[in-house]
């Protein structure tokens, strides 16, 4: 097993050039052309069978292995964020308003050095890895038009693993854990319709203003009194927008907000409510409410099997690592729409480093992680990796 973090460090330079690159030159989802323009010279250089253009900017590749065996996928995703960049690094964005405040830098240079590390064992392998290197995951629907457009078929893998750099914990730390480990997410947006008028007439208007602070604070109670203590699940209120003058109430406020659920079952009952609590209270205070809820992506749930064996993995390969096999956030992932269909495991890395000023949380305007992550992400996936195709469950 030391093996493979002894090639991924070797490989250490090629990572992190990969990376700043990747960094400097960030590109929106839907538009990582020259991200994959980059992904695809390299896996040609390596010899393996490329395909370009699925859902507009992703690139698969398959690597054959030299033996029988399962095929296995390995996804890694490519796009950046809306964001302009105050990290002062000196491979800082060079696209204004853009930057990688998320780590898809980190993972698409991974996902190259994993493919280098497995190419040169290709004879020996069982088997054939696919690797999938997807575009838009940041809540625009890449892992959904990947699967669409044919992702999991020809060949169909029978297995998955996808990984996560992860600014909320140090470098040095590791989550690999059973079930669900991120959460299901909705968005919604509210036009709350009043009737207009003189801020000092009320009683000659129907405010909406009001009637949004009513359904804010009852949507509230959804958590309180509707889903179990023992369960899990969020409603985040996120912008509040009405009215344009203080001395006039507005015709109507617009709100959006997200929905954050683990189990299929409390998703329901949240939905429910919201939209109960959400309509009667806007009725009672006069008021209209048009309301949009879009689902963006089921929670991503470990199949228990093959999470098992990449935590067998981790502490043969990495046993000075902090191994939480507790860890589940209700942040949403994509990867979900692939492991709905084929069993698989999304892990997570440390790589924040506060003593180097690098822990700075995702989507945050200074976000950075600790290089050093890297190989520690290349080692992992490539050993797990192998050991899968070895050892199918």
Request: hydrophobic residues 45%.
């Amino acid at each position: 097993m030391a093996d493979y973090f002894d090639q991924a460090h070797a490989l250490f330079e090629y990572t992190r050039s990969l990376r700043r690159d990747f960094h400097r030159n960030p590109e929106l989802g839907f538009k990582e052309f020259r991200t994959a323009g980059i992904v695809t010279r390299e896996l040609n250089e390596l010899g393996l069978e490329v395909t370009t253009g699925i859902a507009r900017t992703g690139v698969v590749a398959m690597l054959e292995g030299g033996r029988p065996g399962p095929v296995i996928m390995l996804r890694f995703d490519m796009d950046a964020l809306p964001i302009q960049e105050e990290t002062g690094a000196e491979y800082a964005s060079q696209n204004p308003g853009v930057m990688h405040a998320c780590g898809h830098d980190g993972h698409t240079a991974v996902g190259l050095t994993v493919a280098r590390i497995l190419a040169a064992q290709r004879q020996t392998l069982p088997g054939a890895v696919k690797f999938v290197f997807q575009p838009a995951e940041e809540g625009l629907g890449g892992a959904e038009s990947m699967v669409a457009e044919g992702v999991l078929e020809n060949p169909s893998p029978q297995m998955c693993l996808g990984l996560h750099l992860w600014n909320n914990q140090p470098l040095g730390w590791l989550g690999i854990a059973p079930g669900p480990v991120m959460a299901a997410s909705e968005v919604f947006s509210l036009i709350v319709k009043g009737k207009g008028g003189h801020g000092a007439l009320p009683n000659l208007a129907v405010d909406p203003v009001v009637a949004s602070a009513h359904i804010i604070t009852a949507l509230q109670s959804i958590i309180a009194r509707n889903v179990s203590p023992l369960q899990t699940a969020v409603v985040t209120v996120a912008t509040v927008h009405g009215g344009g003058a203080h001395n006039v109430i507005p015709e109507e406020v617009h709100l959006t907000g997200t929905i954050r659920t683990f189990d299929a079952g409390v998703r329901q009952v949240v939905l429910k409510r919201f939209n109960e609590i959400i309509q009667q209270t806007a009725t009672a205070l006069g008021c209209q409410v048009e309301i949009d809820v879009k689902s963006l992506t089921p929670a991503v749930v470990n199949d228990p099997a093959v999470t098992q064996l990449v935590h067998q993995v981790a502490e043969s390969l990495l046993p000075k690592l902090t191994l939480d096999s507790q860890v589940s956030t209700m942040g949403s992932e994509d990867m979900a729409f692939y492991m709905g269909v084929i069993p698989g495991c999304f892990f997570f890395i440390g790589s924040a480093n506060a003593e180097k000023g690098l822990d700075a949380p995702h989507h945050h305007p200074r976000f950075d992680v600790d290089e050093e992550a890297l190989p520690v992400a290349a080692a992992l996936m490539s050993a797990a990796a192998v050991r899968l195709l070895e050892n199918p469950v």
